[in-house]
């Protein structure tokens, strides 16, 4: 998957396949817009699986609201302006 620059439209900015090469670029992107943005990372992929796997079989809708990033195959990155003061 090749890396997308989203519109306005809609609220994440980047969707990354989640490797050690995402996980460096999140890690110098902190680093370098440190006090500028304030960048969160939400995981997603397929979340049925994992959801049995941690409740035993018992719900397959655990994960519906989140996906933790251990168990993600892409991450969206969001970046929220901090208030400049």
Same mark, same amino acid.
């Given at each position: 998957m090749k890396t997308v620059i989203l519109p306005a439209k $809609?609220? $994440? =900015?980047l969707k990354l396949p989640y490797n050690d090469d995402t996980k460096q670029a999140i890690k110098s992107l902190r680093?370098?817009?440190k006090g500028i943005f304030k960048i969160? /990372?939400?995981g997603s992929g397929p979340r049925a699986k994992w959801s049995l796997k941690d409740s035993n079989g018992y719900t397959? =809708?655990?994960y519906d609201q989140s996906l933790p990033l251990k168990y993600s =195959? $892409? /991450?969206r990155l969001y970046?929220? /302006?901090k208030e400049v003061k």
């Open positions: $809609y609220k $994440y =900015t680093k370098e817009f969160r /990372v939400r397959s =809708t655990m =195959t $892409y /991450v970046f929220d /302006v």
